[in-house]
């Protein structure tokens, strides 16, 4: 791994614990928060993913995991340790790293970077791959049924929807602007 990918992941994580910051709101019904980290999941999959690949987006959420889980208190609310992967939080921080890579894949096959473009693969990584990891592992953890589950996660969509937009926004500004060097990818 190059020293410039190595800094850029880094800093992605960092961004993860920077939005951490930000108080979770909590909801009466669900035991699940919400925060703004998966803005995070998505800035790295569409702005790492689509200069580095998939893999450094990826990565970026791994080593973010890793300090959560060796107790740095990154999580909205200053929750750290590895209780927290076994909440009924666990599924969609495990999302994290599958929606990342997701995002940063699908970027590779854009020829053109658009808005709407990067909605689509923030809306496939960011919103669907995350819920399609962490609705059963919350069913799991509550002992409910995924559909039960499913219905709680309904809330979110409001605002993982908002949080689509300004990442799709901020990526594309990025994309062209930022120095990052586009590479090939192995």
Known sequence: MKLN??????????????LGLLPPIPLGFS???????????MLAGSVLGA????????????????????????????????????????GFLMGWIAG?????YLCQFMKEVTFWKMMMVNLIGGIFIIYFIGVPIQAMIMQ???????????AFLPGDVLKVTIASFIAVKLYYAAPFKREVRV
């Open 100 to 104: 990342a890579f997701v995002i940063g």
């Open 51 to 90: 200069h580095y690949g998939p893999k450094y987006a990826a990565l970026s959420q791994v080593l973010f995991l890793l300090l959560v889980m060796a107790g740095a208190p990154l999580l909205s609310g200053g929750r750290g340790g590895i209780g927290v992967f076994f909440t009924p939080s666990a």
């Open 31 to 41: 035991p699940v928060p919400i925060t703004m980290q998966t803005l995070g999941v």
């Open 5 to 18: 990918h190595l800094i850029y992941v880094s800093m992605f994580a960092s961004i993860m614990g920077v």
């Open 144 to 154: 409910i049924s995924v559909s039960e589950a499913s219905i709680l996660s309904l």
